[in-house]
């Protein structure tokens, strides 16, 4: 019989920080690796406890991680959510010896302050929108005054998706700077804003395994950040995903390569940060090329559930290499299969829901389909119970993309819930161009 011979310079011992579909997707992505390591993770789910041990601290509690980690004798710990980053739990961990993936507090302000990343992307030429940056608000307004309109209005700060606001009257603009400035509508992360030209054309998601100077950029993907069909509504956390976006040529990426993401790295490293993790770039394809709107110092949540499903490298390598430093002539294998995911939401998400709602989800998957859980909690009878606005992420790998959709949303229109909710036009925009 094969058998597959483990790697042994590969750790065995691996521990996972976060609770969403995101640490779900790679949970199950290093749990693949051929040398079956132990996979915890903190503080994990429901459905994430079917595929590792879920140790309860929190994601953003830095000092109860890092006793967890060194309790447990973890090897290698792979960071999900910003908050951590931001809060220098990758170099608390690094300082006690143990290796991570996730960039530290330094890298991490790429995400964590809009202003900071833009000052970078302008210093280095890298194509964003114009921009100027205000803590009062005569200056912000006067400013306003001189662009035109759709114009972007930003809080500094991390603001789980929910800081920017694109106005399209004067009015919604000025309202949108008092209230970020002066309201505290944002809280601390309010009180620094950006205005920023609006950018138009498609978006897509672009996440690059970084390690120093070196890159490898992962299958492109596109999200639908709105809670609403044909993009209407408040914007969410993601509420679908599929990869390929095809709207990104071959050509296209090889710009996007050359003109952004060596830029970046390269930008990042020259600031001294040593930055191991993921870069993921929200990009606009606007009619004169594509333009950043956003860092992310993490991967995305749900474009992870569609990105790591086609890579054919053993994940675990892969990230372990770029902590490791040893990144360089690591050579990516891509799937040819289309990968869609499906966010399935509490109803009334982003606003106000309710949590408890059992869910019942489907005794058989067919073939190529994953669900992953992100808020979702297990009640006293042991069913599966709501737990969070996102809910579950069903992704669905197959030929082609329709074939993708149609398996995903099967599987979306099977799970028994009364309060889910899902956008019914995840991909819409590149089925249309099949
Ligand atoms: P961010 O938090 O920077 O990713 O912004 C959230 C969303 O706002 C983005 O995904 C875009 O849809 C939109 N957005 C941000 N900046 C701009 C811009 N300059 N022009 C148009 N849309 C933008
Ligand atoms: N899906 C967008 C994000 O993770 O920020």
Known sequence: MFRRVANSALPQSILVVGS?????????????????????????????????????????????????????????????????????????????????????????????????????????????????????VTPALDYLSTRSLPIVIKADGLAAGKGVIVATTRDEAEAAVRSMIEGGKFGASGRQILIEDCLFGEETSILVVVSGRDYVILPTSQDHKRIGEDDTGPNTGGMGTYSPAEVVTPALLERIDREIVGPSVQAIASEGIDYRGTLFIGLMLTAGGPIVIEYNARFGDPETQVVLPRIENDVLELLWRAARGALAGTVLGTRSEHAMCVVVAAKGYPEAYAKGDVIRLPAKLPPGVAIYHAGTARNAAGDYVMNGGRVLGVTALAAGLREAAATAYAVCDAI???????????????????
Do not use: W
Not at 75 to 103: H, N, Q
Not at 416 to 434: F, M, N, S, T
């Open 20 to 136: 969403g579909g995101r640490e779900h997707a790679l949970v199950r992505a290093v749990a693949a690796s051929p040398g079956r390591p132990r996979v915890l993770c903190a503080p994990g789910n429901a459905g994430i406890a079917d595929d590792a041990a879920c140790l309860p601290v929190a994601a953003d509690d830095v000092a109860g991680m890092v006793a967890l980690a060194r309790r447990e004798h973890i090897e290698f710990v792979i960071v999900g959510p910003e908050v951590p980053l931001s809060l220098g739990l990758a170099d608390r961990l690094r300082e006690a010896g143990i290796p991570v993936y996730g960039p530290g507090a330094d890298g991490a302000r790429l995400e964590a302050s809009k202003i900071f990343a833009k000052k970078l992307l302008l210093k280095h030429r890298i194509p964003t929108a114009a921009a100027d940056f205000f803590d009062a």
């Open 416 to 434: 028994e819930c009364p309060a889910k909710v899902y956008r019914r036009d995840i991909g819409a925009r590149q089925l249309r161009r099949l």
